[in-house]
Protein backbone atom coordinates (compact mmCIF):
# COMPACT_ATOMS: atom_id res chain seq x y z
CA UNK A 1 0.00 0.00 0.00
CA UNK A 2 1.35 3.20 -1.26
CA UNK A 3 1.52 5.55 1.86
CA UNK A 4 0.56 9.65 2.05
CA UNK A 5 0.77 10.02 5.51
CA UNK A 6 2.32 13.64 5.24
CA UNK A 7 -0.08 15.95 5.61
CA UNK A 8 1.49 19.07 3.64
CA UNK A 9 3.89 19.37 5.95
CA UNK A 10 7.61 18.67 5.21
CA UNK A 11 10.38 17.24 8.01
CA UNK A 12 12.03 20.81 6.76
CA UNK A 13 9.63 22.77 7.79
CA UNK A 14 9.35 21.64 11.72
CA UNK A 15 11.75 24.70 13.33
CA UNK A 16 14.28 23.46 15.97
CA UNK A 17 14.96 26.16 18.75
CA UNK A 18 18.21 26.49 17.82
CA UNK A 19 17.62 27.94 14.54
CA UNK A 20 15.49 30.84 16.70
CA UNK A 21 18.71 30.83 18.86
CA UNK A 22 21.15 31.68 16.18
CA UNK A 23 18.57 34.28 14.71
CA UNK A 24 18.98 35.40 18.20
CA UNK A 25 22.71 35.56 18.30
CA UNK A 26 22.89 37.17 14.96
CA UNK A 27 20.43 39.64 15.50
CA UNK A 28 22.80 40.75 18.50
CA UNK A 29 26.16 39.63 16.64
CA UNK A 30 27.27 37.59 19.72
CA UNK A 31 29.69 34.59 18.95
CA UNK A 32 28.66 31.20 20.34
CA UNK A 33 31.39 31.27 22.08
CA UNK A 34 30.57 34.47 24.16
CA UNK A 35 27.07 32.62 24.73
CA UNK A 36 29.20 29.67 26.05
CA UNK A 37 31.08 32.23 28.34
CA UNK A 38 27.26 34.05 29.59
CA UNK A 39 25.85 30.60 29.83
CA UNK A 40 28.66 28.76 31.79
CA UNK A 41 28.22 25.47 29.46
CA UNK A 42 30.87 24.56 27.11
CA UNK A 43 31.14 25.76 23.02
CA UNK A 44 30.45 22.33 21.94
CA UNK A 45 27.52 22.28 23.97
CA UNK A 46 26.15 25.33 22.84
CA UNK A 47 26.86 24.72 19.22
CA UNK A 48 24.80 21.21 19.12
CA UNK A 49 21.72 23.21 19.84
CA UNK A 50 22.33 25.77 17.61
CA UNK A 51 22.90 22.84 14.82
CA UNK A 52 19.68 21.39 16.12
CA UNK A 53 21.38 17.92 17.30
CA UNK A 54 20.49 18.45 21.29
CA UNK A 55 17.65 19.95 22.71
CA UNK A 56 16.70 23.19 24.68
CA UNK A 57 16.91 21.75 28.38
CA UNK A 58 15.19 23.74 31.05
CA UNK A 59 18.14 24.08 32.69
CA UNK A 60 19.53 25.81 29.86
CA UNK A 61 16.32 28.03 28.80
CA UNK A 62 17.12 29.44 32.65
CA UNK A 63 20.86 30.23 31.70
CA UNK A 64 19.36 31.86 28.17
CA UNK A 65 17.12 33.97 30.27
CA UNK A 66 19.74 35.45 32.76
CA UNK A 67 22.31 35.72 29.09
CA UNK A 68 20.03 36.63 26.67
CA UNK A 69 17.03 38.51 28.71
CA UNK A 70 14.45 36.50 27.44
CA UNK A 71 12.29 34.70 29.50
CA UNK A 72 12.93 30.51 29.91
CA UNK A 73 9.24 29.83 29.21
CA UNK A 74 10.04 31.17 25.70
CA UNK A 75 12.72 28.68 25.12
CA UNK A 76 10.96 25.74 27.06
CA UNK A 77 7.85 26.64 24.68
CA UNK A 78 9.47 26.55 21.85
CA UNK A 79 11.18 23.36 22.49
CA UNK A 80 7.99 22.05 23.92
CA UNK A 81 6.50 22.92 20.44
CA UNK A 82 9.16 21.28 18.15
CA UNK A 83 8.92 18.07 20.19
CA UNK A 84 5.55 17.87 19.78
CA UNK A 85 5.70 18.49 15.80
CA UNK A 86 8.22 16.22 15.53
CA UNK A 87 6.40 13.01 17.17
CA UNK A 88 3.37 14.01 15.22
CA UNK A 89 5.47 13.94 11.97
CA UNK A 90 7.22 10.31 13.29
CA UNK A 91 3.85 9.05 14.08
CA UNK A 92 2.25 9.70 11.02
CA UNK A 93 5.45 8.45 8.70
CA UNK A 94 5.05 5.02 11.14
CA UNK A 95 1.76 4.01 11.11
CA UNK A 96 1.45 0.79 9.96
CA UNK A 97 -0.53 -0.50 6.96
CA UNK A 98 -2.55 -2.95 9.59
CA UNK A 99 -3.87 0.42 11.22
CA UNK A 100 -4.49 2.13 7.87
CA UNK A 101 -6.76 -0.79 6.80
CA UNK A 102 -8.61 -0.14 9.69
CA UNK A 103 -10.01 3.08 8.22
CA UNK A 104 -12.42 0.74 5.91
CA UNK A 105 -14.18 -1.12 8.98
CA UNK A 106 -14.57 2.48 10.66
CA UNK A 107 -15.89 4.70 7.52
CA UNK A 108 -19.52 5.44 8.24
CA UNK A 109 -18.34 5.98 11.90
CA UNK A 110 -16.09 8.28 10.31
CA UNK A 111 -18.61 10.11 8.44
CA UNK A 112 -20.95 10.53 11.16
CA UNK A 113 -18.10 11.86 13.58
CA UNK A 114 -17.08 14.71 10.92
CA UNK A 115 -20.46 15.48 10.73
CA UNK A 116 -20.70 15.97 14.91
CA UNK A 117 -16.99 17.84 13.72
CA UNK A 118 -15.18 15.70 16.15
CA UNK A 119 -13.10 15.16 13.03
CA UNK A 120 -11.87 17.06 10.56
CA UNK A 121 -12.97 16.37 6.86
CA UNK A 122 -9.87 15.40 4.80
CA UNK A 123 -8.85 12.51 2.58
CA UNK A 124 -5.48 11.41 4.98
CA UNK A 125 -5.67 8.25 5.90
CA UNK A 126 -2.50 8.82 8.66
CA UNK A 127 -4.57 11.65 9.57
CA UNK A 128 -7.94 9.91 10.76
CA UNK A 129 -6.21 7.80 12.14
CA UNK A 130 -4.48 10.28 14.68
CA UNK A 131 -7.65 11.64 15.22
CA UNK A 132 -9.41 8.10 16.16
CA UNK A 133 -6.55 7.08 18.46
CA UNK A 134 -7.53 10.42 20.39
CA UNK A 135 -11.01 9.97 20.20
CA UNK A 136 -11.10 6.21 20.78
CA UNK A 137 -8.52 6.96 23.92
CA UNK A 138 -6.03 3.51 22.64
CA UNK A 139 -2.14 4.50 20.74
CA UNK A 140 -2.74 1.60 18.10
CA UNK A 141 -6.38 0.92 16.29
CA UNK A 142 -5.45 -2.54 16.19
CA UNK A 143 -5.17 -3.11 19.29
CA UNK A 144 -8.74 -2.70 19.81
CA UNK A 145 -10.22 -6.70 19.40
CA UNK A 146 -8.12 -7.16 22.33
CA UNK A 147 -10.02 -4.70 24.71
CA UNK A 148 -12.38 -7.23 26.70
CA UNK A 149 -15.84 -6.38 26.91
CA UNK A 150 -19.15 -7.31 28.75
CA UNK A 151 -20.08 -10.50 29.11
CA UNK A 152 -22.55 -9.97 26.58
CA UNK A 153 -19.95 -9.12 24.13
CA UNK A 154 -18.41 -12.72 24.64
CA UNK A 155 -21.17 -14.68 23.54
CA UNK A 156 -21.56 -12.61 20.57
CA UNK A 157 -18.03 -13.43 19.43
CA UNK A 158 -18.91 -15.91 16.34
CA UNK A 159 -21.37 -13.29 15.41
CA UNK A 160 -20.41 -12.30 12.31
CA UNK A 161 -22.78 -9.03 11.79
CA UNK A 162 -19.98 -7.76 14.93
CA UNK A 163 -17.24 -5.91 13.94
CA UNK A 164 -15.18 -5.05 17.02
CA UNK A 165 -14.14 -1.88 15.48
CA UNK A 166 -17.31 -0.71 14.67
CA UNK A 167 -18.55 -1.83 18.15
CA UNK A 168 -15.95 0.00 19.97
CA UNK A 169 -16.41 3.06 18.13
CA UNK A 170 -19.97 2.90 18.84
CA UNK A 171 -19.60 2.23 23.08
CA UNK A 172 -17.35 5.33 22.73
CA UNK A 173 -19.62 7.73 21.18
CA UNK A 174 -22.28 6.88 23.91
CA UNK A 175 -19.09 7.59 26.43
CA UNK A 176 -18.46 11.15 24.80
CA UNK A 177 -21.93 12.34 24.19
CA UNK A 178 -22.85 12.00 27.75
CA UNK A 179 -20.44 12.87 29.65
CA UNK A 180 -21.61 16.53 29.94
CA UNK A 181 -24.95 15.73 30.78
CA UNK A 182 -25.97 17.65 33.96
CA UNK A 183 -27.30 14.52 36.38
CA UNK A 184 -27.71 14.26 40.16
CA UNK A 185 -24.64 13.05 42.23
CA UNK A 186 -25.47 9.54 42.23
CA UNK A 187 -27.55 7.03 40.75
CA UNK A 188 -30.78 6.55 42.89
CA UNK A 189 -32.46 3.23 41.60
CA UNK A 190 -35.62 3.50 44.01
CA UNK A 191 -36.33 6.78 42.77
CA UNK A 192 -36.06 5.04 39.36
CA UNK A 193 -38.65 2.60 40.44
CA UNK A 194 -41.12 4.98 41.54
CA UNK A 195 -40.50 6.90 38.38
CA UNK A 196 -41.70 4.57 36.04
CA UNK A 197 -45.32 5.48 35.72
CA UNK A 198 -44.62 8.42 34.86
CA UNK A 199 -42.07 7.00 32.24
CA UNK A 200 -45.00 4.95 30.51
CA UNK A 201 -47.09 7.72 29.95
CA UNK A 202 -44.05 9.79 27.81
CA UNK A 203 -44.98 7.46 25.02
CA UNK A 204 -48.29 9.88 24.52
CA UNK A 205 -46.21 12.64 23.72
CA UNK A 206 -44.89 13.55 19.86
CA UNK A 207 -41.54 11.91 18.97
CA UNK A 208 -40.01 15.86 19.33
CA UNK A 209 -40.85 15.42 23.18
CA UNK A 210 -39.74 11.87 24.34
CA UNK A 211 -36.25 12.45 24.12
CA UNK A 212 -36.40 15.99 26.59
CA UNK A 213 -38.94 14.59 29.37
CA UNK A 214 -36.87 11.19 29.48
CA UNK A 215 -33.10 12.89 29.78
CA UNK A 216 -34.70 14.78 32.44
CA UNK A 217 -36.71 12.16 34.50
CA UNK A 218 -33.28 9.76 33.97
CA UNK A 219 -30.87 12.88 35.20
CA UNK A 220 -33.23 13.22 38.34
CA UNK A 221 -32.11 9.39 38.99
CA UNK A 222 -28.51 9.87 38.30
CA UNK A 223 -28.48 8.36 34.74
CA UNK A 224 -26.89 10.17 31.87
CA UNK A 225 -29.32 8.86 28.68
CA UNK A 226 -28.86 9.82 24.80
CA UNK A 227 -30.72 8.09 21.75
CA UNK A 228 -27.70 7.61 19.58
CA UNK A 229 -27.32 6.57 16.29
CA UNK A 230 -26.77 2.92 15.42
CA UNK A 231 -23.86 1.63 13.01
CA UNK A 232 -23.42 -1.81 10.58
CA UNK A 233 -21.70 -3.67 12.78
CA UNK A 234 -22.82 -3.23 16.10
CA UNK A 235 -26.17 -4.69 16.45
CA UNK A 236 -26.99 -3.17 20.00
CA UNK A 237 -29.86 -2.71 22.29
CA UNK A 238 -28.51 -0.34 24.71
CA UNK A 239 -24.80 0.84 26.34
CA UNK A 240 -24.90 0.65 30.04
CA UNK A 241 -22.04 1.80 32.20
CA UNK A 242 -21.20 3.08 35.49
CA UNK A 243 -19.10 5.58 35.84
CA UNK A 244 -16.51 6.50 38.64
CA UNK A 245 -18.84 9.15 40.16
CA UNK A 246 -20.85 6.28 40.78
CA UNK A 247 -23.72 7.28 38.08
CA UNK A 248 -24.91 5.65 34.97
CA UNK A 249 -24.88 6.30 31.69
CA UNK A 250 -27.85 5.09 29.22
CA UNK A 251 -27.34 4.99 26.19
CA UNK A 252 -29.90 3.63 23.22
CA UNK A 253 -30.16 3.05 19.27
CA UNK A 254 -33.17 2.67 17.16
CA UNK A 255 -31.99 0.15 14.99
CA UNK A 256 -35.89 -0.24 13.73
CA UNK A 257 -37.26 2.62 14.48
CA UNK A 258 -40.35 1.64 15.52
CA UNK A 259 -41.79 2.97 18.79
CA UNK A 260 -43.60 -0.29 20.10
CA UNK A 261 -39.79 -2.01 19.64
CA UNK A 262 -38.41 1.52 21.62
CA UNK A 263 -40.69 1.33 24.69
CA UNK A 264 -39.88 -2.34 25.49
CA UNK A 265 -35.97 -1.61 25.16
CA UNK A 266 -36.10 0.84 27.05
CA UNK A 267 -37.55 -1.03 29.67
CA UNK A 268 -35.60 -3.67 29.38
CA UNK A 269 -32.75 -1.22 29.87
CA UNK A 270 -34.37 -0.16 32.98
CA UNK A 271 -34.75 -3.49 34.16
CA UNK A 272 -30.75 -3.86 34.06
CA UNK A 273 -30.32 -1.01 35.89
CA UNK A 274 -32.78 -2.05 38.55
CA UNK A 275 -31.63 -5.66 38.64
CA UNK A 276 -27.53 -4.41 39.14
CA UNK A 277 -26.40 -6.15 35.59
CA UNK A 278 -24.80 -3.08 35.98
CA UNK A 279 -21.21 -3.87 37.68
CA UNK A 280 -18.77 -2.02 35.00
CA UNK A 281 -20.41 -1.45 31.38
CA UNK A 282 -22.85 -3.24 29.90
CA UNK A 283 -23.14 -3.92 26.56
CA UNK A 284 -26.49 -4.43 25.56
CA UNK A 285 -27.17 -7.30 21.96
CA UNK A 286 -30.57 -8.09 20.58
CA UNK A 287 -29.56 -11.22 20.09
CA UNK A 288 -28.35 -12.46 23.32
CA UNK A 289 -30.23 -14.79 25.16
CA UNK A 290 -29.61 -15.88 28.81
CA UNK A 291 -31.13 -15.52 32.21
CA UNK A 292 -30.08 -11.99 32.69
CA UNK A 293 -31.69 -11.04 29.15
CA UNK A 294 -34.80 -13.46 29.79
CA UNK A 295 -35.24 -11.73 33.64
CA UNK A 296 -35.29 -8.24 31.72
CA UNK A 297 -37.72 -9.18 29.03
CA UNK A 298 -39.89 -10.30 31.62
CA UNK A 299 -39.69 -6.99 33.55
CA UNK A 300 -39.90 -4.83 30.19
CA UNK A 301 -43.39 -7.05 29.23
CA UNK A 302 -45.28 -7.11 32.60
CA UNK A 303 -44.19 -3.28 33.09
CA UNK A 304 -46.06 -2.12 29.80
CA UNK A 305 -48.61 -4.85 29.96
CA UNK A 306 -49.53 -6.90 32.90
CA UNK A 307 -49.27 -10.23 32.24
CA UNK A 308 -52.43 -11.87 34.04
CA UNK A 309 -54.29 -8.64 31.74
CA UNK A 310 -52.86 -9.91 28.52
CA UNK A 311 -53.67 -13.53 29.06
CA UNK A 312 -57.25 -12.43 29.96
CA UNK A 313 -57.12 -10.22 26.31
CA UNK A 314 -55.46 -12.55 23.92
CA UNK A 315 -58.25 -15.01 25.36
CA UNK A 316 -61.15 -13.41 23.97
CA UNK A 317 -58.85 -13.60 20.49
CA UNK A 318 -60.50 -10.26 19.50
CA UNK A 319 -58.25 -8.23 18.05
CA UNK A 320 -59.85 -5.01 16.37
CA UNK A 321 -58.56 -2.11 16.42
CA UNK A 322 -61.09 -0.79 18.88
CA UNK A 323 -60.40 -3.87 21.20
CA UNK A 324 -56.70 -3.23 21.33
CA UNK A 325 -57.44 0.74 21.86
CA UNK A 326 -59.47 -0.02 24.90
CA UNK A 327 -57.15 -2.68 26.25
CA UNK A 328 -54.32 -0.06 25.55
CA UNK A 329 -55.98 2.26 27.60
CA UNK A 330 -56.71 0.01 30.28
CA UNK A 331 -53.10 -1.03 30.55
CA UNK A 332 -51.84 2.57 30.61
CA UNK A 333 -50.38 2.05 27.20
CA UNK A 334 -49.74 3.56 23.72
CA UNK A 335 -51.89 0.90 21.31
CA UNK A 336 -48.64 0.67 19.18
CA UNK A 337 -47.13 -1.57 22.37
CA UNK A 338 -50.27 -3.92 21.77
CA UNK A 339 -50.14 -4.01 18.85
CA UNK A 340 -46.12 -4.82 18.16
CA UNK A 341 -46.33 -7.41 21.61
CA UNK A 342 -49.22 -9.11 18.82
CA UNK A 343 -47.48 -8.95 15.94
CA UNK A 344 -43.90 -10.26 17.71
CA UNK A 345 -45.84 -12.77 19.19
CA UNK A 346 -47.45 -13.71 15.67
CA UNK A 347 -50.95 -13.70 17.30
CA UNK A 348 -51.50 -11.08 13.95
CA UNK A 349 -49.82 -10.51 10.77
CA UNK A 350 -46.30 -7.91 10.79
CA UNK A 351 -49.04 -6.00 8.43
CA UNK A 352 -52.21 -5.70 10.35
CA UNK A 353 -52.78 -2.68 11.34
CA UNK A 354 -49.14 -1.61 10.28
CA UNK A 355 -50.44 1.81 9.66
CA UNK A 356 -50.68 2.21 13.42
CA UNK A 357 -47.18 1.38 14.42
CA UNK A 358 -45.38 4.69 15.31
CA UNK A 359 -42.06 5.20 13.73
CA UNK A 360 -39.14 7.40 15.53
CA UNK A 361 -36.56 8.70 13.02
CA UNK A 362 -34.41 10.55 16.13
CA UNK A 363 -30.44 9.70 15.97
Same mark, same amino acid.
Given at each position: ???????????????????????????????????????????????????????????????????????????????????????????????????????????????????????????????????????????????????????????????????????????????? &? +???? *??? @???? !??????????? =????????????????????????????????????????????????????????????????????????????????????????????????????????????????????????? &? +???? *??? @???? !??????????? =????????????????????
Amino acid at each position: MEKEKIIGLSRDFIIHPGDTLTEVLEDREMSQKELAIRTGMTEKHVSTIVNGMKPISVAFAKKLEYALGIEATFWINLQSNYDRELLEFEEMNNISDEEISVLKNLKEVIEYWSELGWMKKEDNSAAKVLDLRKLMGISDLTDIPNLTYSAAFRTQEKNNSIDAYVLFAWQRMCEL &L +SKDI *EIA @DEID !VEKLREKIPEI =KQIMFKSADKVQKELDKIFAECGIAFRIVKNFKGAPVQGFIKKTEDDNIVLCMTIRNSFADIFWFTLFHEIAHIIHGDTKNRFIDFDSVSSETELKADRFARNTLIPSSEYEKFVKKSDYS &L +SAIK *EFS @DKCG !VSSFIVIGRLM =KESIIGWDYYSSERVRYKWA
